[in-house]
């Protein structure tokens, strides 16, 4: 049973397509993260929802914009893709913002722009 | 500007010995530490964690130590065994903060 799940696993699309990444958790947590590892394999942070709101948004080209619909779901959506996008991107949650508790990651969406 | 740094890309230890991982970190307004395990083709795996009013926690073959002044941390693995050999983050939280290190790349050699 799957804590966090996120879908599609791979992605492969062309330079300038509109494509969103699905990210769900069961673990009925309020707090859920987007982070990208690029070829360097820096796990960077892009943006936080807690219950629904945005609480983080670190310099992330307003390209990308996540949908969070519940508080159980957080979805990315990345318009007119370009080449640097390529990267993993990786969702994750923790049980509530601003306590010291660790991230449930799911296993990430390998997203090639071509 | 990467506030949190693994300096050592990559380690190699052999199997039943010590590894240690080390991390540095720049900001003191950092008050809780994560390490995270990362195997391919899965997300990190949360494996130990401190608050900045600890200098040591442990949890089986895990330790982290945490040196404040120096503004250092570590993860010893005690006896190393070949299902380490992973991705080790290192993690640093604040306010509205959650900065992860480069990784280091574990090798446990049987």
């Known amino acids: 049973d799957t804590a966090v799940s996120q879908t599609p696993k791979y992605l492969v699309t062309q330079m300038g397509n509109d494509k969103s990444i699905k990210c769900e958790q069961n673990l009925g947590h309020d707090t859920m993260y987007w982070y990208k590892q690029d070829s360097k394999k820096f796990l960077k942070i892009m943006f936080s929802?807690?219950?629904?709101?945005?609480?983080i948004n670190e310099t992330v080209p307003n390209r990308f914009s996540p949908k969070s619909p519940d508080k159980a779901h957080l979805n990315l959506h990345i318009n007119s893709l370009e080449l640097g996008d390529s990267a993993v991107y990786f969702c994750?949650?923790?049980?509530?913002?601003?306590?010291?508790?660790?991230?449930?990651f799911g296993p990430g969406t390998r997203l090639t722009v071509l | 500007d990467q506030q949190v740094k693994q300096n050592s890309p990559s380690l190699s230890v052999q199997e039943g010995r010590i590894s240690i991982l080390n991390c540095d970190y720049t900001?003191?307004?950092?008050?809780?530490f994560l390490w995270y395990k990362k195997y391919p083709a899965e997300g990190p795996t949360f494996l130990i964690s401190i608050s900045s009013i600890k200098d040591k926690n442990e949890d089986g073959r895990f330790t982290v130590f945490l040196n404040k002044s120096a503004k250092h941390l570590s993860l010893h693995i005690v006896p190393s065994q070949p299902g380490d050999s992973a991705v080790y983050f290192c993690?640093?939280?604040?306010?509205?903060?959650?900065?992860f290190g480069t990784g280091t790349r574990l090798k446990v050699l049987a």
């Open positions: 929802y807690n219950n629904k709101e945005l609480i």
């Open positions: 900001n003191s307004m950092f008050d809780y």
């Open positions: 994750a949650s923790s049980q509530e913002w601003g306590a010291y508790n660790e991230q449930f």
């Open positions: 993690a640093a939280q604040g306010t509205y903060k959650y900065i």
